[in-house]
């Protein structure tokens, strides 16, 4: 259940008349109060008999009284709405349990405390099977404010517990960092239009997507405009910019002119100043990167995910998730069409698992930040797309870590929001690497190298070489340990290798989870026979340890 308080100034005439009005979309079929602050209250949807009108003038005309009484004194802002919307997937509820619901909602929020004859004046109005909306002025009619101290997080845990009472989707409680949902108004104007999501949601993904591969602020205002966004600083007599609003083509209001949306009111930290905080720490100091391939680059830094979020300070580890909300926000654009829409949910479930109450230490992902943004800059590279889904098939498994550091830090939306991606991710993963690993399976050595292949595993991982022979997987394995090979590399060593660099025991699928591996492995220079020899004498040791049960629930 989501209660969502918005406060208004003047008097709540405009709000009583939208109420009972047909909508913005004709949406509002059957208006009708359910309670009031006395029980009695004019109604104007179960008035047949009257002019909805004169009724409807009756009802903000009582609502109003207290602040009209206090004239000249009373506070600039006197309106209190609050929209409370059950989840699709709940029981109809009665009028007369939302009418309890909206009393346990303004008690809790200080609008009404129960017993309180003097609290201030109030109605629920019921628009649909699904959400009310409760109206009330902010003045007590003892003439008094009423105390609303923290309103918005007491009327979320009382919500809670009516999730709990009623028997209703049970919503995570939040920490104050997630981005500011979409007003009715904008869902139903999205629908109307036919869109998917609102231009909030669209604006918000592409100003992150901007964020994530700009450079320079320049860089980041233009990198809007060439996606089909509408820019418009906010400069002060001085000159200097201090902030930004955005808007999308065709987004008008009745007056046909642009509905804009500052940074902040997509989210905290699409603000302007957040926005240059974060690119002073990733994109104007120069990055240690080999030159190389920008795929492997980018996998070997989101590969290293997990260990910053097990042994590094939460700083570091927000700031490693942070660069992967940011790497997940641009991988659409590399991706084949097929699989756009779901790295697409991906990005956005993601998103908000990117931020929480822990400061990002952003420095500490910036090799994965510049590399995804050359990858960005040139998605060609991607070739058959291997490469994607070698990143992809790491970012499962630090998404997995993502979930699990939230958990045990109890960021209950973020976990969520990680699970989510999970799923999303899996799928997207799915349609790219199935093709690159049928093409790899087509070129699969003849058998005696298969069976040479075979023995080289049995004799450097024993306790897996069963999983990995019968692995459906197992063919593309062996076309690059043959391309390795070609490019002169020992098939003992780089299964060593391959092997050291994470453990198989959570692997759902260990061929093809070292197929990865061996691939970039493979690209790599070879080393000479004196390399050769010294790698022979010192064989990493390879992690014996097995993940925790958390993570191999969710395996790749």
Same mark, same amino acid.
């Given at each position: 259940?989501?209660?969502?308080?918005?406060?208004?100034?003047?008097?709540?005439?405009?709000?009583?008349?939208?109420?009972?009005?047909?909508?913005?979309?004709?949406?509002?079929?059957?208006?009708?109060?359910?309670?009031?602050?006395?029980?009695?209250?004019?109604?104007?949807?179960?008035?047949?008999?009257?002019?909805?009108?004169?009724?409807?003038?009756?009802?903000?005309?009582?609502?109003?009284?207290?602040?009209?009484?206090?004239?000249?004194?009373?506070?600039?802002?006197?309106?209190?709405?609050?929209?409370?919307?059950?989840?699709?997937?709940?029981?109809?509820?009665?009028?007369?349990?939302?009418?309890?619901?909206?009393?346990?909602?303004?008690?809790?929020?200080?609008?009404?405390?129960?017993?309180?004859?003097?609290?201030?004046?109030?109605?629920?109005?019921?628009?649909?099977?699904?959400?009310?909306?409760?109206?009330?002025?902010?003045?007590?009619?003892?003439?008094?404010?009423?105390?609303?101290?923290?309103?918005?997080?007491?009327?979320?845990?009382?919500?809670?517990?009516?999730?709990?009472?009623?028997?209703?989707?049970?919503?995570?409680?939040?920490?104050?960092?997630?981005?500011?949902?979409?007003?009715?108004?904008?869902?139903?104007?999205?629908?109307?239009?036919?869109?998917?999501?609102?231009?909030?949601?669209? *604006?918000?993904? =592409?100003?992150?997507? +901007?964020? /994530?591969? $700009?450079?320079? %602020?320049?860089?980041?205002? &233009?990198?809007?405009? !060439?996606?089909?966004?509408?820019?418009?600083?906010?400069?002060?007599?001085?000159?200097?910019?201090?902030?930004?609003?955005?808007?999308?083509?065709?987004?008008?209001?009745?007056?046909?002119?642009?509905?804009?949306?500052?940074?902040?009111?997509?989210?905290?930290?699409?603000?302007?100043?957040?926005?240059?905080?974060?690119?002073?720490?990733?994109?104007?100091?120069?990055?240690?990167?080999?030159?190389?391939?920008?795929?492997?680059?980018?996998?070997?830094?989101?590969?290293?995910?997990?260990?910053?979020?097990?042994?590094?300070?939460?700083?570091?580890?927000?700031?490693?998730?942070?660069?992967?909300?940011?790497?997940?926000? *641009?991988?659409? =654009?590399?991706?084949? +069409?097929? /699989?756009? $829409?779901?790295? %697409?949910?991906?990005?956005? &479930?993601?998103?908000? !698992?990117?931020?929480?109450?822990?400061?990002?230490?952003?420095?500490?992902?910036?090799?994965?930040?510049?590399?995804?943004?050359?990858?960005?800059?040139?998605?060609?590279?991607?070739?058959?797309?291997?490469?994607?889904?070698?990143?992809?098939?790491?970012?499962?498994?630090?998404?997995?870590?993502?979930?699990?550091?939230?958990?045990?830090?109890?960021?209950?939306?973020?976990?969520?929001?990680?699970?989510?991606?999970?799923?999303?991710?899996?799928?997207?993963?799915?349609?790219?690497?199935?093709?690159?690993?049928?093409?790899?399976?087509?070129?699969?050595?003849?058998?005696?190298?298969?069976?040479?292949?075979?023995?080289? *595993?049995?004799?450097?991982?024993?306790?897996?070489?069963?999983?990995?022979?019968?692995?459906?997987?197992?063919? &593309?394995?062996?076309?690059?340990?043959?391309?390795?090979?070609?490019?002169?590399?020992?098939?003992?060593?780089?299964?060593?290798?391959?092997?050291?660099?994470?453990?198989?025991?959570?692997?759902?699928?260990?061929?093809?989870?070292?197929?990865?591996?061996?691939?970039?492995?493979?690209?790599?220079?070879?080393?000479?026979?004196?390399?050769?020899?010294?790698?022979?004498?010192?064989?990493?040791?390879?992690?014996?340890?097995?993940?925790?049960?958390?993570?191999?629930?969710?395996?790749?």
């Amino acid at each position: 259940m989501i209660p969502k308080i918005i406060l208004g100034q003047g008097d709540t005439r405009r709000l009583i008349a939208y109420l009972f009005g047909k909508g913005t979309a004709n949406e509002h079929v059957d208006p009708h109060l359910v309670a009031s602050w006395n029980d009695f209250a004019p109604d104007p949807g179960r008035s047949p008999h009257r002019d909805p009108k004169e009724v409807e003038k009756q009802l903000h005309t009582q609502l109003d009284q207290p602040v009209a009484m206090l004239g000249r004194r009373a506070p600039k802002t006197t309106v209190w709405h609050c929209p409370v919307r059950a989840a699709p997937e709940d029981p109809i509820l009665t009028d007369a349990q939302w009418a309890e619901i909206a009393r346990r909602v303004v008690a809790a929020a200080g609008i009404a405390p129960a017993g309180d004859t003097e609290a201030c004046r109030w109605v629920a109005v019921r628009h649909a099977d699904d959400h009310i909306h409760i109206a009330a002025t902010l003045i007590r009619q003892d003439g008094r404010r009423p105390e609303r101290d923290h309103d918005i997080r007491a009327v979320q845990k009382e919500a809670r517990q009516i999730e709990i009472d009623y028997g209703l989707r049970r919503l995570k409680p939040g920490d104050g960092t997630a981005a500011k949902r979409p007003t009715s108004k904008e869902v139903f104007k999205a629908r109307r239009l036919g869109h998917d999501a609102t231009s909030r949601e669209i *604006l918000r993904l =592409r100003v992150r997507r +901007a964020m /994530a591969a $700009a450079s320079t %602020e320049a860089e980041f205002f &233009a990198l809007l405009e !060439a996606t089909d966004v509408k820019v418009r600083p906010k400069t002060e007599p001085s000159g200097d910019v201090t902030g930004y609003s955005v808007s999308l083509p065709g987004d008008v209001n009745k007056q046909k002119e642009p509905i804009w949306y500052a940074g902040s009111t997509l989210s905290s930290d699409l603000s302007l100043p957040k926005i240059r905080k974060h690119l002073a720490v990733t994109g104007l100091k120069p990055v240690n990167v080999r030159p190389g391939n920008p795929w492997h680059q980018a996998t070997a830094a989101t590969e290293r995910i997990p260990h910053h979020l097990t042994h590094g300070n939460d700083g570091a580890a927000q700031g490693q998730i942070a660069a992967l909300g940011g790497a997940l926000a *641009l991988l659409p =654009r590399t991706a084949p +069409a097929a /699989a756009r $829409a779901e790295l %697409e949910r991906a990005a956005v &479930a993601f998103e908000r !698992a990117t931020r929480s109450r822990v400061a990002a230490d952003h420095a500490s992902a910036r090799v994965l930040r510049r590399s995804v943004q050359v990858i960005w800059n040139d998605p060609v590279r991607n070739g058959d797309g291997a490469g994607l889904a070698m990143l992809l098939d790491v970012a499962l498994t630090a998404v997995a870590y993502a979930l699990h550091w939230h958990r045990t830090r109890q960021h209950t939306q973020q976990e969520a929001a990680a699970e989510e991606t999970l799923v999303h991710l899996h799928a997207a993963y799915a349609q790219i690497a199935e093709p690159v690993l049928v093409g790899l399976v087509s070129r699969a050595p003849s058998l005696q190298t298969k069976r040479r292949y075979a023995h080289h *595993l049995q004799q450097v991982v024993p306790e897996h070489a069963d999983r990995i022979l019968n692995d459906p997987a197992w063919d &593309a394995l062996t076309t690059v340990l043959a391309d390795a090979e070609t490019a002169g590399h020992t098939v003992t060593t780089v299964l060593d290798q391959a092997l050291s660099q994470r453990t198989l025991d959570d692997a759902r699928s260990p061929a093809r989870a070292l197929t990865w591996r061996i691939r970039r492995l493979g690209e790599r220079h070879a080393p000479g026979p004196r390399a050769q020899a010294a790698n022979a004498r010192h064989v990493p040791e390879r992690p014996a340890v097995r993940p925790s049960q958390e993570h191999q629930a969710r395996r790749r």
